[in-house]
């Protein structure tokens, strides 16, 4: 194969590196702001539920104190009664008694209930809590192989670089403009294979003159309708190393 030929397969090998590594990069902070969502959907349910829960105590407060005050009243008509002097106000003051009475136990039934309601949200917040927990201990784990992916790349994007650079040194002047052209007009893709009478990137038919000139991989040849370089793959140290 003609060395630049094959110098150039390598580079587009490289470039492909490059923009897959790129990409993945790109892609780490929109993963880390769903790692973020994932904690804060948590964190919103517990809060919910806390929050519940200090609505119900709230409530249970309030309802403690309105049987205070009507246990005040029902103790000053405790007093009245051995202070009545005629039926009239017996009836009365007993009539009041039942009434508080009444109060108390309808405001001890809604307290009861309050402390129900508080029992089951307190387990439904501990359960929130834990799982506000394992969800951190996760996104903990997988932010780190993240981290760890996202230094793997910009490791390789470096090493590439530095490849790419003293790769291009060894390629001819014309041929390294040609070829930076063509990745800037086709999307990074300046050569492709020719397969089965095709050009590989474009799928275009290659004329038969054309593709037999192609096979010997002896001349830069372009294809005529996307413009690529294109070769014929066979088995080479270049064109076959792992990026």
């Known amino acids: 194969m003609l060395p630049d030929l094959e110098r150039l397969v390598r580079l587009q090998q490289l470039d492909d590196s490059v923009a897959v590594a790129l990409k993945g990069i790109d892609s780490f902070p929109s993963k880390i702001e769903d790692l973020k969502a994932r ?14 829960m200090d609505v119900i105590k709230t409530s249970k407060q309030e309802l403690e104190k309105d049987v205070s005050q009507v246990q005040v009243r029902l103790n000053r008509f405790n ?35 309050c402390m129900l309601e508080i029992d089951e949200l307190k387990e439904k917040v501990d359960i929130a809590e834990q799982a506000v927990k394992t969800e951190q201990e996760a996104v903990s784990i997988e932010r780190a192989k993240l981290e760890n992916e996202q230094n793997v790349l910009q490791e390789a994007v470096k090493r ?9 040194e060894t390629i001819s002047t014309n041929t390294v403009a040609l070829f930076e ?25 290659v004329r038969p003159q054309l593709y037999n000139e ?14 690529r370089i294109l070769y014929f793959p066979r088995e080479t140290s270049l064109a076959t190393e792992s990026p």
């Open 181 to 205: 052209t063509l990745s800037r007009s086709r999307k990074g893709i300046a050569i492709g294979k020719a397969v089965n009478g095709r050009c590989s990137v474009c799928q275009v038919a």
């Open 79 to 113: 007093e009245q009664l051995m202070e009545v002097k005629t039926t009239e106000q017996l009836h009365a003051v007993q009539s009041e008694i039942q009434t508080a009475k009444a109060e108390v136990q309808r405001f001890e039934d809604q307290i009861l209930q």
């Open 39 to 52: 904690i804060d959907a948590k964190t919103e349910s517990m809060e919910a539920a806390k929050s519940q």
């Open 214 to 227: 192609l096979r010997q991989n002896a001349t830069l040849q372009q294809c005529e309708s996307c413009q």
């Open 160 to 168: 590439h670089a530095e490849e790419r650079e003293a790769l291009v």
